[in-house]
């Protein structure tokens, strides 16, 4: 896998270095290499910003491929013990005050998690965006001194969270420092933004997200920080089955 | 003979009949008042549920529970045939319900979102306010309890974002146009309407609908597919329920005010063998059968209740007749839903020949009871002791 990964980025560096002739497709394969992985386990922080103060809610995430997610909130208090598991397109929380287990679907899953900026769709929604989108490279730009192509994305399959979106993906890392996710009819409906990007396993990751709903007019965006993060780690099976939530 | 006797000796009883008449006319008229109420609140919940929302009834798709908000999603397809026949015969309107966020001044509010023919006549409901020149956003007509929430006045834009048949996020600015006054809360809170063809197109859901409402001469056609008829009956059973909920609450009061006139009246007939005593020994010695004596009490304590009735047309049915023409101001504006009862602003109560004829015969009844309970005491004196005044009480 490993060397599978060296190769690509030789690749595109060789593409990029023979006449910056890299196509919109390798962009977006280089760009989900970056992004997604076989399994991952996240101890992050999400920090909602409100209008009059902030909360900070944090919690540990295991994942493997795109189907299957587990999420364990660890602080503040009220919220410790909060669970959440994805299997498929299904959602179920477990809260540890009511002791029960609800599944999460439908209109629900575009309401915001723990009053956060971002819904349940945009942390379930997280397969490759070479499987989802066409791309179309609209120019490039140069964003504090780092170069960056422009490209926009169309949905090439039904039934996505946001049918259109255009990325501002920096051409050394390969990742979209900045996304705007737009409604089907062109409506902004949501932006995000990543810092801090460092060297994870061969792979170059952002150590904060933030996403902002454009929607709520004085929303002052939620951050994503991750504190730790292990690509490809071994997960259990029993990691994700219901009975966990209550565990 | 005996009816002439019994009404001297209550008359002759002065103060403490009247006493008793005058709490026995109160049970008759708070009976009647709030259970008039209640047929009231009842019957105007259904006449205004009837001219806004259910018409002759519906037919829903069978996956439509209006409860259950996760329901919509999947509640919608195109009508059967002769569903559709009767909404393109303009005896029926079809109304696609969808679950949308809106944007108010940048907050964010879930709301249901329905799209219903702007040309309907079927539910008593301004849809016309629907048509507009202007195609560049989104018509929508709230209620007055809505536009209190949200805080929004005929003209405010604001941003509709909603999932469609695709499961697919859109949005899209929507502009008030009308912001109805209605009775019917359910209408109202957290309810956006939008012209029907604008909300399929919206959905991605073409001629569907989730459910039909069909005007009230209609009778239930055959061929309606899966879709499912609710008449009338089934459509009101939550307010029925609501207000049958409700009900023990007055019955308790009435409890406690036939308790009061009862005891009252129970008090007064045994007062009045103990000290009637040697009356009661002269008529049994005079050779009345002490079943008729018995029968004299028992008559003289019932007609506190045919008193009690009189009483209370006298003093009460000016007040009644009042709240029948003019209602009852009910303090606090129901109408918007807080209560999850239609109320109307004035309340008109309802009385039935029925309402009245049971009240008086179960106000009657009782009375009879403890009127005969203590006169049977009676059959059990010896007319000497009587004569001497002993009495077995």
């Not at chain 2, 949005?171 to 012209?195: C, Q, R, S, Y």
Request: without cysteine; aromatic residues 10%; glycine residues 6%.
């Amino acid at each position: 896998m490993k060397m599978r990964r060296t190769m690509v980025f030789l690749i595109l560096a060789f593409a990029i270095g023979q006449d910056g002739a890299i196509s919109v497709q390798e962009i977006i394969q280089a760009m989900d290499n970056n992004l997604n992985a076989k399994s991952r386990v996240i101890t992050s922080k999400m920090v909602v910003h409100g209008r009059r103060s902030s909360r900070t809610i944090e919690s540990k995430n295991w994942v493997v491929g795109t189907n299957l997610a587990f999420t364990e909130y660890l602080s503040p208090p009220r919220e410790a013990g909060t669970k959440m598991l994805k299997l498929d397109d299904k959602l179920w929380t477990y809260s540890p005050q009511t002791d029960r287990v609800i599944q999460i679907s439908g209109h629900m899953l575009r309401q915001s998690v723990m009053g956060s900026d971002m819904s349940y769709n945009d942390m379930m929604e997280d397969r490759p965006l070479t499987d989802l989108y066409d791309a179309t490279l609209e120019g490039s730009v140069e964003i504090d001194g780092r170069d960056h192509w422009i490209l926009f994305l169309e949905a090439k399959v039904k039934g996505l969270s946001y049918p259109k979106r255009r990325a501002w993906i920096d051409k050394e890392w390969f990742l979209p420092m900045k996304e705007e996710l737009y409604a089907k009819s062109g409506k902004l409906l949501k932006t995000s933004t990543m810092d801090g990007i460092k060297k994870v396993q061969d792979r170059w990751f952002p150590s904060r997200f933030i996403f902002r709903d454009e929607l709520k007019r004085n929303s002052k965006g939620t951050e994503w920080v991750i504190n730790e993060i292990e690509f490809n780690a071994e997960i259990p099976e029993g990691r994700f089955s219901k009975a966990r939530l209550r565990k | 003979m005996m009816f002439k006797i019994a009404i001297k000796n209550l008359l002759g009883a002065g103060l403490r009949t009247w006493l008793n008449v005058f709490v026995t006319a109160i049970s008759f008229f708070m009976i009647i008042f709030i259970s008039a109420m209640y047929d009231g609140m009842r019957e105007h919940a259904m006449q205004v549920s009837i001219d806004t929302e259910i018409a002759g009834g519906a037919y829903w798709h069978p996956e439509y529970d209006p409860m259950d908000p996760m329901t919509f999603e999947d509640a919608h397809s195109v009508l059967p045939d002769a569903v559709m026949a009767l909404v393109d015969q303009k005896k029926a309107v079809s109304v696609l319900v969808s679950q949308a966020s809106i944007y108010p001044n940048g907050r964010i509010m879930p709301v249901i979102m329905k799209g219903i023919s702007s040309e309907q006549t079927i539910v008593n409901m301004p849809t016309q306010m629907l048509v507009v020149d202007d195609e560049t956003t989104i018509p929508v007509m709230i209620g007055t309890g809505m536009a209190k929430d949200a805080k929004l006045k005929v003209g405010d834009s604001f941003t509709i974002r909603w999932l469609d048949a695709d499961r697919t996020y859109d949005a899209d600015e929507g502009t008030i146009v009308h912001i109805m006054e209605t009775e019917n809360f359910k209408l109202d809170l957290n309810h956006i309407w939008v012209p029907l063809a604008k909300a399929q197109s919206m959905l991605a859901m073409e001629n569907e609908a989730t459910y039909v409402t069909f005007a009230k001469d209609v009778l239930p056609s055959e061929g309606n597919g899966t879709w499912i008829h609710r008449d009338i009956h089934y459509l009101v059973r939550d307010m029925e329920a609501m207000i049958e909920a409700d009900e023990p609450n007055a019955a308790i009061m009435y409890i406690i005010l036939l308790a009061l006139a009862a005891m009252g009246i129970f008090n007064a007939q045994v007062l009045s063998i103990f000290r009637r005593g040697k009356e009661i020994g002269t008529l049994m010695a005079l050779g009345m059968a002490r079943s008729r004596v018995v029968g004299l009490f028992t008559l003289e304590g019932g007609l506190n209740a045919v008193l009690a009735a009189i009483m209370t047309v006298i003093l009460f049915g000016p007040i009644l007749w009042y709240f029948n023409t003019y209602g009852i101001y009910m303090g606090i504006d129901y109408s918007e839903g807080q209560m999850g009862l239609i109320i109307a602003k004035r309340l008109i109560p309802v009385y039935s020949v029925g309402l009245v004829l049971t009240t008086t015969f179960v106000v009657s009844i009782i009375v009879l009871i403890v009127s005969y309970m203590p006169s049977r005491r009676i059959a059990k004196m010896r007319p000497t002791d009587a004569l001497r005044g002993k009495t077995a009480v």
